[in-house]
């Protein structure tokens, strides 16, 4: 960036001096904005009753636990596979705040009709407009990378998924502690939680609506070489609108599906894109239902003795933590990839058993713990390893298609399993069917992984491979299987741009992360 004026001679070196000071003269004011925007990120956190819905339902809204296991709970999966797709459009055309306002007048919906209704079709309702929330979460992921220049996108997704961890485990103690020690009723913490959800939609209305966005409101292309900033206003082109809008369209949808052809040939895209697929929708199946369980397992009718909260509190800090520890992994993940998501299928199968033949209430919690641990720890590898060799644009058009096709199966799941309308059965028999699933995943890569094993072992056998090589990073490892995209086409963004998931503290030498714009995390318990 700054290359540009440099060239007081040239044009284009005239057009790009403004750049410069947008960058580096004016610090304060992206950094009020990532500031405010991640204080919004904590307080829409901020929802203390969540972790108390299902106990809600059965004993203060006197449901029965047939209708919110085959009826209530089976619309969440359905509602959001619907508005999954529309959401993340309307997100990128509106450039983001109109849809975080969406979502806090939702979550403000959710909460109301959880207050004062008193229906099984209000609380189908009320789901609903629990899937608008989880989908439009798309908008505060994305939202902060239209604030600072793309060499501080490590940093400030950092930030961003801090504040929202914070605001998820504060949130959740809260809870407890308020339902343990304060002796509050389930029905008063809803009324907390909806004065935080109000106090934070009266956050987002005044949060700044960013210019540019990345596939419907794209700035002009730069210089090759130069960086635009986010912050910059958008230059007005000279060329006809119609042409204009015709020919950023053929380029971008060209670039794109060749890049995306191109990358399809990697295996550790395909395994891992998979792993994103099968592994999330059994995934999020137990977390919408483990609270069913719970309640089956220990239906006391003391409020007191609810530890759902502390529940959601300690698997919410080890998601953290070993989403942390993935970062200083390094292995030869072309070699060992299905080893490792193996070991981790079945120790989460391992997991899902405990859960449903436990007597007792705690080991149910530190199952679940475990259980989510276990997948926040390939979260992040995934990530990487899907992104090392993606340009901006095809990585999110390649987590958006692999969390679309996760919400698909998940819905089949749900209606052949869970819904009244097919199979409908009750929730331990459901967690049985998700201890199969698991179970036959981990066969499934494990079984990969000989087959891996057996054909390194007959390449390598007269050629082993030095030390150094066995430990490259993703991307040193996709840059040797497959050219460059940008020997054929000059890239959609520049090399240096880093975006993503990833942890401020992640090494320099690991790839960054993809946006978390189409990350799948879409639970009502805490997986935000």
């Known amino acids: 960036m700054g290359r540009g004026s440099m060239m007081p001679s040239s044009p284009e070196g005239e057009k790009q001096v403004p750049t410069e000071p947008k960058l580096d003269c004016e610090p304060q004011p992206w950094r009020c904005l990532v500031f405010y925007l991640c204080f919004y990120g904590f307080m829409a956190q ?8 299902t106990p809600y339902l059965l004993r203060d809204k006197n449901f029965t636990q047939e209708q919110v296991t085959n009826e209530i709970t089976p619309v969440l999966s359905y509602s959001y596979m619907l508005v999954l797709v529309p959401i993340f459009l309307l997100t990128d055309y509106l450039r983001y705040k109109p849809v975080l306002l969406l979502q806090g007048l939702s979550y403000t919906s959710v909460w109301l009709l959880l207050l004062f209704g008193g229906s099984v079709q209000h609380m189908q309702l009320m789901e609903f407009f629990y899937s608008v929330t989880m989908a439009a979460r798309v908008a505060y992921s994305s939202y902060i990378f239209s604030l600072v220049h793309p060499a501080r996108y490590q940093r400030m997704a950092g930030y961003s998924r801090a504040a929202v961890l914070l605001g998820v485990f504060t949130s959740s103690v809260l809870g407890q502690l308020l339902v343990s020690t304060g002796r509050v009723s389930f029905r008063t913490l809803n009324y907390i939680s909806l004065a935080f959800l109000i106090f934070s939609l009266l956050l987002a209305s005044f949060l700044k609506r960013p210019k540019r966005s990345l596939f419907f409101n794209r700035s002009s292309t730069p210089l090759r070489g130069a960086v635009p900033s986010e912050l910059q206003p958008v230059r007005p082109g000279p060329a006809p609108r119609g042409k204009l809008l015709a020919a950023c369209r053929d380029c971008i949808l060209v670039r794109m599906l ?75 993940w072309a070699l060992w990839s299905k080893l490792v998501i193996a070991c981790v299928t079945a120790a989460q199968a391992g997991l899902i058993f405990l859960l449903y033949n436990v007597v007792s209430i705690w080991p149910c919690y530190g199952a679940f713990v475990l259980f989510r641990g276990f997948y926040q720890f390939l979260v992040p590898i995934a990530t990487f390893q899907i992104a090392s060799s993606l340009s901006k644009e095809l990585c999110a058009l390649v987590f958006g298609i692999n969390t679309f096709f996760a919400t698909i199966l998940k819905t089949i799941i749900t209606l052949i399993v869970s819904d009244k309308r097919g199979l409908g059965l009750p929730v331990w028999s459901q967690f049985r069917i998700y201890f199969v699933y698991f179970l036959v995943l981990s066969i499934f890569y494990f079984l990969g992984a000989m087959l891996d094993g057996w054909r390194h072992f007959q390449r390598s056998h007269h050629r082993p491979l030095p030390l150094a090589q066995e430990l490259r990073s993703p991307l040193e490892e996709k840059a040797e299987q497959t050219p460059s995209m940008q020997d054929t086409c000059p890239p959609l963004y520049p090399e240096g741009s880093a975006w993503g998931l990833g942890l401020a503290s992640q090494e320099q030498s690991q790839p960054a992360p993809a946006p978390p714009a189409l990350l799948p995390q879409p639970s009502r318990h805490l997986d935000s």
Not at 46 to 53: K, W
Not at 280 to 293: C, Q, R
Not at 295 to 322: E, F, H, I, K, W
């Open 46 to 53: 901020m929802r203390p009753g969540e972790s108390f819905i």
């Open 258 to 332: 060749h890049e995306l052809g191109a990358s399809l040939r990697l295996p550790q895209l395909r395994l891992w894109s998979l792993w994103w697929v099968l592994n999330s929708a059994g995934y999020y199946l137990v977390v919408y239902y483990v609270h069913i369980l719970w309640n089956t397992l220990c239906p006391t009718t003391d409020s007191a003795q609810v530890y759902n909260g502390a529940a959601d509190a300690a698997s919410t800090l080890l998601g953290a933590m070993t989403s942390f520890a993935a970062g200083f992994v390094k292995i030869r």
